[in-house]
């Protein structure tokens, strides 16, 4: 080869492989930024998440609650998904001292919707299956079903009971047991405590698939995972020895830790345990602890046919 050939040759080479050194180092640049990115975005969620947990704890103190609130509002309007829940939350149970106001719980569901928040999703099928229950509006029952699914889409699987119970109930949607029935055991597989719940009330209240041991086995799994509605019934089946063999005083023993923790139903079912089998003093007592219940439901309402016992 030719000196001024050979000479030509060794500058491509040269320029290939600062090329490539350049290439490589401008890869390696891109990487760091990406990874930079990644590392602030992190920080910045965990830095958020820190302050949201601060400002829970604040406004669970009676003496820190509105410094807690004006945290919690800063994060929301800052876009923080579970800080606009939370203030959905307080907007639709009246607990901002500004009373309570769906429209404006609504926005902020939406806002941590907007950024696909199941939680927000289940919140929204809640308060407008509420407020198509209570005004009979189809409307807000087709927008209840389509959270609730989008719920369910997005993994927040206890909305399955829910969503189920369109099927069962035939509601802007074609009745359909068996999809609901194939729903609730899709959530009971994956550990939902309410679909649990659910499928022992088609099982407890369905006459054609009426199955006391069903029933009950689905009650006990619920309420082994802490959920209170199941231990309630779950008491009940004891004590009426329904799927299972009597035993009042365990009936009475899982009511007990609830009623004590200030659960209106169960302190409404304790009362009528204790004056069945005959202690009228602790009967009387749970009574009253129900009726000066501050956060008293609605189940005894007047209709329940036990409610004559104290007559």
Same mark, same amino acid.
């Given at each position: 080869?030719?000196?001024?050939?050979?000479?030509?040759?060794?500058?491509?080479?040269?320029?290939?492989?600062?090329?490539?050194?350049?290439?490589?180092?401008?890869?390696?640049?891109?990487?760091?930024?990406?990874?930079?990115?990644?590392? $602030?975005?992190?920080?910045?969620?965990?830095? /958020?998440?820190?302050?949201?947990?601060?400002?829970?704890?604040?406004?669970?103190?009676?003496?820190?609650?509105?410094?807690?609130?004006?945290?919690?509002?800063?994060?929301?309007?800052?876009?923080?998904?579970?800080?606009?829940?939370?203030?959905?939350? /307080?907007?639709?149970?009246?607990?901002?001292?500004?009373?309570?106001?769906?429209?404006?719980?609504?926005? +902020?569901?939406?806002?941590?919707?907007?950024?696909?928040?199941?939680?927000?999703?289940?919140?929204?099928?809640?308060?407008?299956?509420?407020?198509?229950?209570?005004?009979?509006?189809?409307?807000? !029952?087709?927008?209840?079903?389509?959270?609730?699914?989008?719920?369910?889409?997005?993994? !927040?699987?206890?909305?399955?009971?829910?969503?189920?119970?369109?099927?069962?109930?035939?509601?802007?949607?074609?009745?359909?047991?068996?999809?609901?029935?194939?729903?609730?055991?899709?959530?009971? @597989?994956?550990?939902?405590?309410?679909?649990?719940?659910?499928?022992?009330?088609?099982?407890?209240?369905?006459?054609?698939?009426?199955?006391?041991?069903?029933?009950?086995?689905?009650?006990?799994?619920?309420?082994?995972?802490?959920?209170?509605?199941?231990?309630?019934?779950?008491?009940?089946?004891?004590?009426?020895?329904?799927?299972?063999?009597?035993?009042?005083?365990? @009936?009475?023993?899982?009511?007990?830790?609830?009623?004590?923790?200030?659960?209106?139903?169960? &302190?409404? $079912?304790?009362?009528? !345990?204790?004056?069945?089998?005959?202690?009228?003093?602790?009967?009387?007592? +749970?009574?009253?602890?129900?009726?000066?219940?501050?956060? &008293?439901?609605?189940?005894?309402?007047?209709?329940?046919?036990?409610?004559?016992?104290?007559?």
């Amino acid at each position: 080869m030719g000196l001024v050939k050979e000479l030509f040759v060794n500058k491509l080479i040269i320029i290939c492989v600062l090329l490539l050194g350049a290439c490589d180092s401008s890869q390696k640049t891109i990487k760091t930024t990406q990874q930079n990115a990644a590392n $602030n975005e992190i920080q910045e969620k965990e830095a /958020l998440e820190k302050q949201y947990k601060e400002a829970i704890a604040l406004s669970k103190n009676e003496l820190t609650y509105d410094q807690g609130l004006d945290i919690i509002k800063k994060l929301a309007e800052t876009g923080y998904a579970k800080a606009q829940l939370e203030m959905g939350g /307080l907007f639709e149970h009246d607990l901002n001292g500004e009373g309570a106001d769906m429209q404006k719980a609504e926005y +902020w569901y939406l806002k941590a919707a907007e950024q696909n928040y199941p939680d927000a999703y289940n919140a929204l099928g809640n308060l407008y299956y509420m407020s198509a229950t209570k005004n009979k509006n189809n409307e807000d !029952f087709k927008k209840s079903f389509h959270a609730y699914s989008s719920a369910v889409d997005l993994g !927040f699987i206890d909305a399955i009971g829910m969503l189920a119970s369109f099927y069962e109930d035939g509601i802007v949607v074609s009745k359909d047991v068996r999809k609901a029935l194939e729903l609730l055991e899709v959530g009971v @597989a994956k550990n939902s405590v309410t679909a649990m719940y659910n499928l022992a009330q088609v099982y407890d209240e369905n006459s054609s698939l009426k199955n006391e041991k069903k029933a009950f086995d689905l009650y006990k799994q619920s309420a082994d995972l802490g959920y209170e509605p199941s231990i309630i019934n779950l008491a009940n089946k004891y004590f009426d020895g329904q799927g299972t063999t009597k035993d009042t005083s365990k @009936a009475i023993s899982l009511l007990l830790p609830l009623a004590e923790n200030g659960n209106d139903y169960a &302190q409404f $079912n304790l009362s009528i !345990f204790y004056k069945k089998v005959g202690q009228d003093t602790q009967a009387k007592y +749970w009574k009253e602890q129900y009726e000066h219940n501050q956060s &008293q439901g609605q189940y005894f309402n007047g209709i329940n046919t036990d409610a004559v016992i104290f007559e």
